[in-house]
């Protein structure tokens, strides 16, 4: 799952910084942290050393994200509101969420801990995107993006309080959030404004 996010969220990040004209540096940078920056927030809320510092396999996988994003940067132009993108993005929202609540629950936090390390895994590393982007952060003032992660928690939560197992509520959660952000997508959902 943590692999299939990195990836995705590599990826979407690196073509981010391609179309705002990054060197390769900083779209190097941008894809990097926009695949790590979640769970290394996560995990350092959990007081533990981060995974991305443990073991070279996330910066790994990252990095191929990027390149990864490199490579479709040369299909054409402006690919960051393309299904190129769209698509990616939502698995990596699937599978971040679904890791910060596993690694929540793991950590024996409360309901309320699941869904806050769901939401911070999952909308994380495209937060630190933003501000790297000099933006203000997407999921607080536009799109149904950072409310599937929330949702996602939630889920995985009561299916898990139900006495299923963690792996089946982790499924569960990782199907949720996929099908409720192309939903989202598709129908052009959006929060409310006040």
Partial sequence: MNVVGLLAFAVVGSLRAIDADFDVLGVAVLGV????????????????VPVALRSTTDVSVA????????????????????????LPDAVGLAAFATTGALVAADAGLTAFGVVTLATITGVGGGLVSDILLQQVPFVLVEDFYATCAILGGVVFWAVTAAGVGDGIGAG??????????????????????V
């Fill in 33 to 48: 942290m926009t695949a790590l920056g979640g769970g290394v927030t996560r995990d350092l809320l959990v007081n533990t």
């Fill in 63 to 86: 990095l191929l994200g990027v390149v990864a994003g490199i490579a479709l940067a040369h299909l054409g132009d402006d690919l960051t509101d393309h299904s190129v993108v769209l």
């Fill in 172 to 193: 569960v959660c990782a199907a949720f959030v996929f099908v409720l952000r192309l939903l989202a997508i598709r129908y052009e959902w959006e929060l409310p404004t």
